[in-house]
């Protein structure tokens, strides 16, 4: 599946920032995410995750990130993985929201 990583980093974001996430299961369910998605990907991400929390991935709109309202060159911003990007000014993940439809 094309969008895998970006729907498991979805989730594993999600776990990590709701009380869902505290459980035994929801642990286990984290876990089982970041084995999943590639060491490199996940590093850039607890880095992210750690400066920006639950906004450390957030949707891309209209060539702008939502979390710091830089709009990213016309070149694009950096793509990590099929459907993930990082913003070229605060570094935070970024996703078109089309793609997790
Ligand atoms: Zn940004």
Do not use: W
């Not at 929801?26 to 750690?50: D, M």
């Not at 991935?57 to 990082?86: D, H, M, S, W």
Request: glycine share 6%; net charge positive; hydrophobic share 30%.
């Amino acid at each position: 599946m094309l969008l895998h990583t970006l729907s498991t980093l979805a989730r594993l974001h999600e776990l990590n920032f709701s009380k869902a996430g505290e459980t035994v299961k929801g642990n286990l369910e984290k876990k089982h995410c970041e084995s999943e998605i590639s060491s490199e990907i996940l590093k850039q991400y607890h880095i992210v995750a750690e400066r920006y929390g639950k906004t450390a991935l957030v949707p891309i709109q209209k060539n702008t990130c939502t979390g710091c309202f830089i709009t990213q060159p016309r070149t694009g911003p950096k793509e990590l993985a099929p459907g993930i990007y990082q913003c070229t000014h605060c570094r935070r993940f970024l996703f078109s929201p089309d793609d997790l439809l």
